[in-house]
């Protein structure tokens, strides 16, 4: 019943956008900011690795063999010799862009989908998702392996396969957001102005939209890249001598018992990035989105 | 409400059907040929292919005789096991693949909606952050990683627990029933918190502690329920992700269930075992989900009515 | 006899954004079967009050500062868990504003109901489930349920707004309190239900000897049931006697305001109707097509405007009354061709609009405006104060960017908006402010004539007889016709020369307003109008016969 204090708005003399607060409100949350500091830092160290990498990625020392972390190797190196910091900064790079290529995948199938399903709404949007539905009871996990296996390891139908899957929550999400804001009266006043539907869509629908879209954006990255690294560990996913967490992951285990670093290091790469990545996305909801209860 | 039950399962049908076609197809359209001869195989495998799958025969016609046998339930012979039906492979691994799921998923509802719940039950304070960050890890921390790690930590440095096999030495159902549950348990904590929050914030709770019933009866009889429907409609995906988890979990312990032979499969282009595996794991998934829907459903007696009314 | 005494009572809430003192060193007292009425609007601290008698308030951010409130000697604010659930169970019942969200949607009506009495923390008063259900069928019986024996097994869904409300109170008063809080309990409700209510509330209390802490943000309803009336504004205690002396001998200004601000009369200000019709609306139906319903099934349509003919003259404001559920806002926004029509004619001077092309209507667009129920919704959250204004002078070409400040800088004076603000968002205004924008907006482009769709009816009742001056005066400057639509017949009387009242898509009744009110032809418009309350309570007494 408490309706906080209305009046001092009145007196407060800076206008503040809800973009303006919202990033106020995410600079307060710390986990939130170490997310991006993770993931900013994870991005140009990726864009940077041909350059900052202290080994040439295939670069072997086979009589080094596998060594401890030491001065030399900072994270230590693999049993032919090679340098773990360079493999996990290489591997990160192929994780990062599977990530954000099939997020984009499924950002653009996803937006187009549910924006068209939720603005025109009635029967088009009943028979929208009545497919979406139906796709959702697919087991994709499955199908996907079964790709990977029938036409063998292919990145590009990776991102095609994962993207496949990851769109359908995003276009219920932008159905449900756009059908919300459609029913606001502030569209309908915009209708009653004269507003072309396409100046409706694009000055009072998609800005309002954008925030939730955001948010399950950068949470949908570390989804994908958890999906390729589960593929990828399983053999399925990337192919040597392209490399990634995953495909680390899956060879630090076979050795994990005498060389535990090569099992560890890359799954602290794993761990950290998908925490950093939920931890922002959490923060971001938090931030734009203050009505959606943290599930 | 009869009603409704068979027209969600009239739809659960072309769904099925758009999986064994899109199945059959993609093993068909394999590079070179999923049947072609190939040395490994021995001749009476080929002949049986060639009898089942009419391979002298049009695609199409391959396809309708293949609908009509997983029809009558018959998947074939295994392309790589000699001498095996692929039904007799998925009946040897499906009572492992089913009581790891069980345990998994036991510990994944025993932990999960404990601690979402307890988190629920107060937010902002030690008892919500502590199994929320421990849930975040448990999302961050997947099983191909975390069963190694448990594996290298419990089994080979404490030696507290076996590190492979199923049912064979005591105690070696404990790492893959955790490895595999864990996840789970992380999503269905942060579900639970959510949906109990959600329903705590509710006027019908003010109304029941107005009532001057205790707080044990307001959580267990007032929130619960509406609480934790978003943890059921889960179950369905749920099981699915277990299933494929089972993938990892049994080849990183040796058991021998339906994931291993999947796995094996894949690499082996065992196409006939990989196919009839596909249809019976997309089967019970999509039973699952039909199932957990049905229960989400009926637990919340505006939708039941709505239903029943047409 | 004394049973609730609360003394220096003083709540503060510590929010992220610093602290707000809710409620300030509050004192009042209750005897048995007593009425005491509480007052004030959004923010005033009448809900905190009475929640912190029961610990219902979260705590954080919620703090009880200081006081005393003792119920039958023992203090309410200092006592330990298991007697505030004696109290909670067996002395003090609260009636919640909303019936929709107050009942438990998972649990059927009647379970809800006993379960005070079998889950009574006292042993004595515990009833087994058998006994229960008796007590709470003959209950059920006396609040006015219908077929309470099956009734009984229902889900709240299954109820009305009014019968839920009525299923709260049974629940309230399963375990016969002592004292009945009731939280703004008609609210929600339409005007007629509220009668319902309140009269069924007044015989229970009756019939019981219980006494009764009645809140409310709207005078009007209290003066009939009310023996005492505390008046609260920001936390603090405006005025506090008997109910008499607050309406006849007011002594506070805060008090006055709010006794003036209740419309009361007819229109004040002369009638401009001409004689040339501006818009007419012949034979409309507008329906709402339901997908999930196939096309033959004959709930296929939502007949929202079922066949409504009506004219409206130049210049004059012409009031649209119906209770929730009538058409008549549907019917406002089919004259704008926001609604699906279904068939029918709507003219605009004369010329066809119903079958226009949007290119076509939108001269029309410049001369027919709307203002919205929902200051909150009706606004864009990520559009200035300035983006907003512009948008309608841009679109229609009714000023350029060389002039465009300096209109709109006229625009938030005329609906009086400070010239500071012109570049805040919706979130920085208050309600009423938020509506001033929407008006503006709405008044822009000169239009003609505007829509009114219940403008006020979101605001406090302060707030709300200074929108209704806004509008009357821009009427009144601009010359407008005015379409005015709203549940609240004080204020449609207050307000139009002409009335229509609509019920279930149709037009039960139309006329001039005055004459309406004197002397209405059809049992529905009477029913709707001896249900206002009279904010007057030696009046209100006499005309409710049931007090």
Redesign the interface.
Known sequence: ???????S??T??V?????RDAWIKLSKNRLALFGLFILLTLILVSLLTPIIAPYGYEEQNLALGATAPSSTHLLGTDIFGRDMLTRIMYGGRVSLMVGFVATSVALVIGITWGAIAGFFG??L??IMMRIVD?L????F???I????????RNIYLLFLAIGAVEWLTMARIVRSQVMSIRN???I?????????RWLIIK??II??TIGPVIVYTTLTI?SVM?LE??LS????GIQPPQSSW?LL??Y??ET??EY?WL??FP?IA???T??AL??LGDGLRDALDPRA??? | MLKFLLSRIA??I??LL??VT??FF??H???GG?FSADKAVPPEVIEALEAQYKLDQPVWRQYISYLGDILSGDFGPSFKYPGRSVNELIMAGIPITAELAFYAMLVALGLGVLSGVGAAMRPNTLQDYAPMTLA??G????S??LG??L??VFG?ELEMVPVSGWGDIPGDKILPSITLGTGYAAYIA??S???M??ILSQDFIRTARAKGLSESTVIIKHALKGGLI?VIAFLGPAF??L??GS??VE??FQIPGIGRF??QA??N?DYTL?LGM?IF??TL??IF??ISDLISIWLNPKLRDEISNG | MTILDVKNLSIS?Y?R?GT?K?VKNVSFNLSKGETLAIVGE??SGK??TC?SLLDLLPKPP?KIESGNAYFEGSDLLNCDKDAMRMHRCDDIAIIFQDPMTSLNPFLTIGEQIIEPLIKNPNPDKKLARKDAKLQALSLLREVGIKNADERYHSYPHEFSGGMRQRVMIAMALITEPKLLIC?EPTTALDVTIQAQILRLIKKLQKNRDVAVIFISHDLGVVAGIADKVMVMCDGEIKEQDSTNEVFYKTKDDYTKRLLAAIPDGAKRLPNRSTKNILVEVKELKTYF?N??KKRTDANYFTRAVDDVSLKVFEGEILGLVGESGSGKSTLG?SI?R?APIYDGSITYGGEDIKNLT?TN??PY??K???I???PY????????VYETLS??LL??KVASKNNIDSLIYQLMDDVGL?R??I???P?????G?RQRI?IG?AVA?RPEFIIADEPVSALDVTIQAQILDLILNLVEKHNLTMLFISHDLSVVRYISDRVVVMNAGKIIEQGITEQIWENPAKPYTQDLLSAIPFPDPIKERKRATWL
């Open positions: 019943m408490h309706e906080g204090n209305i009046q708005s009145e407060e003399p206008s503040s956008s809800l973009w009635g029967r949007d009943a139906a959702y009871a697919l087991p996990m499955i199908f392996i079964l790709l990977m296996v029938v036409f063998g606001q009266e502030f309908e006043a915009a209708y009653s102005i004269g507003l072309s000055k009072h800005p309002n570390p958890l690294a589960f560990f399983l053999g399925l995953g992951i899956n630090g285990v994990m018992e535990p099992l560890i799954g794993l761990s950290l998908l925490f939920n931890f209860s943290k599930d | 739809q659960a072309p769904v758009v999986v899109a199945t993609i093993v359209a394999a590079p999923p975040m890890i999302i961050c921390m997947p191909f990683l190694p790690l594996v290298l080979i942060r579900l918190r959510g949906g929050l959600e978003p699915a992700g299933l494929a993938f990892v080849t990183i999947y796995v894949a690499f282009r990989i596909t794991l997309s998934i999509i989900n039909l | 809430f929010t954004n707000v809710a959004s923010g809900s905190v929640y919620a939280d097509k997908h999930t926004r704008l926001l949007k209507l939108l667009r410049k027919m405006q709307m919205f129920q929902d919704a009706s606004l864009n959250p990520r559009m200035t948008e309608p679109y229609h400070a500071g603000s570049f805040k968002y979130h920085e205004f208050s309600g402010q929407a907006r482009t």
